[in-house]
């Protein structure tokens, strides 16, 4: 029956949903920082819907928060959520085989957590992908629009001297080494942690893609050479 | 003002992550450049979690509890490739340790 059909969306919804767990003492910061910057609930909440991107949101809202103008807060917001564009070059050649409608909705879940799973098992069977894709995408919307509401509420109740933000390296350091499933991987994933500290003064996390431009350029240099 | 940063902020957002996904629906990829775009995911990742750990002024802020949970999670999610086994273990080994110092 359609149990093949079914099998890489219920695929995508569980390997997103261990990934969420860091993302709910996230939800909880987010509400602190819209409590601070003295915006209503529910007008802080809607930019999960409208922005859909943890880190974005939270700069948004920290920098007019602190008075700054619309036109500084959203573009230091945009820098923060730069990367986004590497992982839309990256899946771009395996949206090349994929309907328009799914070209458009595809990037508005495009985030950190979807980015590596699809990257984990590249899929080449364009339903499989699509299904897997969406299924792990809207899990993370769903659970994402759920706990900021959560977290805009109860936010400002939960103290910062537990430290679950340390949940979010956490999460990143284990995405990274499942991403890292080649030696040449992990080199360059060792070269892009040493260039981002070096770079670590540039503002909103800019460093963050000359890092990854760096260290990609340095190890196809490497790779290139040993082929010769 | 705020709803229109807010409005600003989503249609950039989505802009950047739709863009090259839409400019390079025709594009063939060489193989260099396929290579390339392996490295993304794991290079980011990085990337992000020394950024995370870091202040504005470009001091590394990560003492040893923060430096042994990191250490910790990668060994934990390289051998077991389960990410709640190593979040747990990040996050252990980062209380334990910050409650014990």
């Known amino acids: 029956m359609s149990t093949k059909r079914f099998s890489p969306a219920i695929s ?57 103008s619309v036109a500084a807060a959203v573009s230091a917001a945009l820098v923060v959520g730069a990367r986004h564009m590497l992982y839309s070059v990256a899946l771009a050649p395996q949206f090349q085989h994929q309907p328009t409608w799914f070209r458009w909705v595809g ?30 995408g809207f899990t993370f919307w769903s659970l994402w629009m759920l706990f900021t509401a959560i977290g805009v509420v109860l936010g400002p109740a939960i103290p910062a001297s537990w430290g679950v933000e340390f949940a979010a390296p956490v999460l990143f350091v284990s995405l990274m080494m499942a991403a890292s499933n080649r030696p040449d991987k992990i080199g360059a994933a060792i070269l892009a942690m040493i260039i981002t500290y070096l770079f670590a003064e540039l503002p909103n996390r800019a460093g963050l893609l000359v890092a990854v431009f760096i260290s990609v350029v340095i190890m196809l240099l490497i790779t290139r050479r040993g082929q010769r | 003002m705020i709803v229109t940063a807010i409005i600003l902020t989503g249609i950039g957002s989505y802009i950047m992550r739709a863009f090259f996904i839409f400019a390079l ?77």
């Open chain 1, 12 to 68: 995508g919804a569980a390997g997103a949903l261990p990934l969420f767990i860091p993302a709910i003492p996230f939800a909880f910061v987010f509400g602190v920082v819209v409590a601070n910057a003295g915006i209503p609930e529910w007008l802080g909440w809607s930019s999960s819907p409208i922005i859909f991107g943890g880190a974005i949101q939270v700069t948004l809202f920290t920098l007019i928060g602190e008075g700054a």
């Open chain 1, 107 to 136: 990037p508005y879940v495009l985030i950190d957590q979807v980015f590596v799973l699809s990257q984990l098992n590249p899929i080449k069977e364009p339903d499989t992908f699509r299904h897997y894709f969406l299924a792990a």
């Open chain 2, 25 to 101: 629906a025709r594009y063939q990829f060489p193989p260099i450049m396929l290579q390339a775009l392996e490295y993304v995911a794991p290079t980011v990742m990085a990337a992000l979690v020394i950024s995370l750990l870091t202040t504005p002024n470009g001091e590394l802020a990560a003492g040893l509890p923060e430096i042994a949970g990191l250490v910790g999670t990668a060994i934990v999610a390289k051998i077991s490739g389960n990410h709640i086994l190593s979040l747990i273990t990040g996050m252990a080994t980062y209380w334990l340790l910050g409650w014990i110092m």
